[in-house]
């Protein structure tokens, strides 16, 4: 569905042709690239285009001369309609050493371009306009780790906030044995106790819980897939009022068939708010960006890839790997990409199983020397490294999950308007 006050006939023709072109072809790919890379064409054989372009964005920023990061990233532009963007990639593949088959495609596409703008009686070098910005073909909705969620995120259905007050604070409880922290909070004005959940990229719930707030449960068949920690399960998507610390905002929750878990209260809630985490004083102070903040040695710059938190943790031997920041685990998991770039011996460790929203998963258990975030250092921690490639497949590529036993001990701040972890010492 379009937006109101979008039109774009020639991105959208020029969108229909490049679908029927492109999506029921074979991806071509190189024979071989980094993470990001690889991640990005998850995103995109998903159709999840504006997650795959910030892959392709982290990539093209360590190597801007890469023709497929390149070929992609147009892809991306020219499945939203912004057109000159698309041919100026398409065309530094095209003027490139690159190999044959992918300089082809860049014509191929470039062309596509081209026809559409003839067809419409613009000169080739005209702009498109603005662009559409309508969904990706096959866009539904997402999950905590958002296998199948829409990016489409400034449409009808997208949650807007109240005005946040100067003192909202919600006090939370630790979950004995797990140090999950719970939430008191409402959901449609009834009561309801949520986990705050910074590694869930929605918000979510059982139908379980939809009648523990006397609200009538979806009959219909699932619409979609919740993703995380051990797979995925089906879900429907509901519109709900949910409200913590004074602040209230209607979201399109995830509902699974029954959740044994506290519902989880995850970035579609806060991710718009900076939010001051206190682990001695078991309190979230959620409060307004400033217009500037100074950086200090307790600043660690994160990156919003989708909608989760991604962080560099530095492990023995200046060895670095991307992880995201959960609140909502317990522990650290390390995916089998986090334990490659460290440098990580898993033999002697013992097997584990962990459970997620989608089932379990298995694991090994073992206690790594030293982990760093910026000047903050954990020595002789307890990991758990993934066996099955389970960090948060599906959506955001393998990156393993730093929760509550990195965290556990700090006072932290979320800038999300400067996209820095602010700790205070």
């Not at 082809?104 to 662009?131: D, F, N, V, Y």
């Not at 990156?399 to 006072?411: H, K």
Request: glycine letters at 12%.
């Amino acid at each position: 569905m379009k937006k109101k006050g979008f039109r774009a006939p020639l991105g959208a023709a020029a969108m229909a042709v490049f679908c029927a072109a492109f999506l029921t072809s074979a991806l071509p790919q190189p024979a071989a690239a980094d993470q990001y890379f690889d991640y990005g064409l998850k995103m995109f054989q998903a159709r999840q285009y504006k997650t795959a372009a910030q892959y392709f964005d982290v990539r093209l920023k360590s190597n801007p001369n890469d023709s497929y990061a390149q070929y992609y990233r147009g892809l991306c532009y020219h499945v939203s309609g912004s057109l000159d963007q698309a041919k100026g990639l398409y065309q530094s593949v095209i003027s490139s050493g690159s190999d044959a088959n992918i300089k082809a495609l860049a014509q191929k596409q470039m062309s596509i371009i081209e026809k559409a703008q003839s067809a419409a009686g613009l000169p080739a070098t005209a702009s498109a306009g603005t662009p559409s910005r309508m969904p990706a073909p096959g866009a539904g909705h997402g999950s905590p780790s958002s296998a199948d969620d829409d990016d489409d995120d400034d449409g009808p259905d997208r949650a807007i906030p109240t005005v946040v007050p100067k003192n909202a604070k919600a006090y939370f409880t630790l979950t004995p044995g797990h140090d999950d922290m719970n939430v008191d909070g409402a959901v449609n004005k009834r009561r309801l106790t949520f986990c705050f959940d910074t590694g869930a990229a929605v918000t979510m719930m059982g139908k379980n819980h939809l009648r523990e707030c006397g609200i009538h449960p979806p009959t219909t068949p699932a619409t979609g897939k919740i993703g995380g920690v051990g797979g995925t399960i089906d879900s429907w998507t509901m519109k709900l009022d949910i409200t913590v610390g004074g602040i209230t905002k209607r979201l399109p929750v995830r509902i699974s068939e029954e959740w044994n878990h506290a519902p989880l209260l995850g970035q579609d809630f806060f991710s718009d708010i900076d939010y001051e985490i206190d682990n001695v004083g078991h309190c979230i102070h959620f409060s307004k960006s400033p217009d500037f903040v100074k950086d200090d040695a307790y600043t660690i710059p994160f990156q919003r890839i989708g909608k989760h938190l991604y962080v560099q943790v530095e492990g023995e031997k200046g060895k670095k790997t991307q992880m995201i920041v959960d609140t909502g685990a317990e522990g650290i998991l390390l995916s089998p990409s986090n334990v490659r770039e460290l440098g990580i011996d898993t033999a002697g460790g013992e097997p584990e199983t962990h459970m997620g929203v989608g089932g379990t998963s298995q694991s090994i258990g073992l206690v790594v020397d030293m982990l760093r975030l910026g000047p903050i250092v954990v020595r002789h921690v307890k990991v758990s490294a993934d066996t099955g490639n389970k960090g948060m497949v599906g959506r955001e590529g393998s990156a393993g999950l730093l929760g509550q036993a990195f965290f556990g001990g700090w006072r932290f701040k979320v800038d999300n308007k400067n996209q820095r972890l602010r700790f205070f010492h």
